[in-house]
């Protein structure tokens, strides 16, 4: 079974500034894809950024950037020039990738408060 | 418009009542999920269809009984409800196994 980790549950940062979430995992699979979501105050659940385990460049989304490290199972996610808006919770998740089947479910992280101040 | 929508999104109910909470996607995709967070925000995957058919069931109480009339729709019937289902259930869904993508979540409060 996979798990993932996220050992901050709360940090802040000031406005613009940048900071760094991170995340482990652990798996015995090869195969597989990341996914950081965040959920702002509304409770929407929010795509932010996706990784695919077999690419070795690491995702950037505008603002949003991962770190992925295959071999450290490890997966941080960097929010430069932070805004207001990106108050929220950020949860770290984990798919299995199949080859045929459709058992597909994400494992989540407990998730990290991340409050961006003025 | 909406890509995937969630009915109601607040539900407030006695102990011992039977609710249910419908789901739509208008993405075209062919795989749905229901997920759970608790009171503690870690989500669970409760259920998932692809096409129709039952894929995943993670240990949920037989009171919970999804149903997928078709593709686009997969509704969450739970039945004999207790404190312990107080939560958050959002629907997602997916095309196979690519990026999912999360209605806006019902809370469900049972007194």
């Known amino acids: 079974a996979q798990t993932v980790t996220q050992s901050q549950p709360e940090m802040s940062v000031q406005e613009a500034e940048t900071v760094t979430l991170s995340c482990t995992y652990d798996t015995s699979e090869s195969n597989y894809y990341l996914f950081w979501y965040k959920q702002p105050p509304s409770r929407q659940m929010i795509l932010v950024i996706r990784q695919e385990a077999y690419k070795q460049q690491n995702a950037t989304e505008n603002r949003f950037s991962v770190n992925f490290q295959k071999a450290a199972k490890s997966f941080s996610l960097k929010i430069s020039d932070s805004q207001l808006g990106d108050t929220a919770m950020y949860f770290c998740a984990f798919m299995k990738r199949n080859s045929g089947g459709s058992n597909y479910k994400l494992t989540f992280g407990k998730g990290t408060l991340l409050t961006v101040n003025p | 418009d909406t890509a995937v929508s969630q009915t109601p999104k607040y539900l407030v109910t006695q102990m011992g009542n039977d609710k249910s909470i419908k789901c739509e996607q208008n993405l075209g995709h062919d795989t749905m999920y229901w997920y759970k967070q608790d009171s503690k925000k870690f989500l669970k995957i409760m259920f998932s269809y692809n096409n129709k058919e039952l894929i995943i069931n993670e240990t949920v109480p037989n009171r919970f009984s999804p149903k997928s009339p078709d593709k686009a729709h997969l509704n969450l019937h739970i039945n004999s409800l207790e404190l312990g289902d107080s939560a958050v259930y959002f629907c997602?869904?997916?095309?196979?196994?690519?990026?999912?993508?999360f209605g806006p979540g019902t809370r469900l409060l049972v007194l």
């Open positions: 997602a869904s997916s095309q196979a196994g690519a990026t999912q993508y």
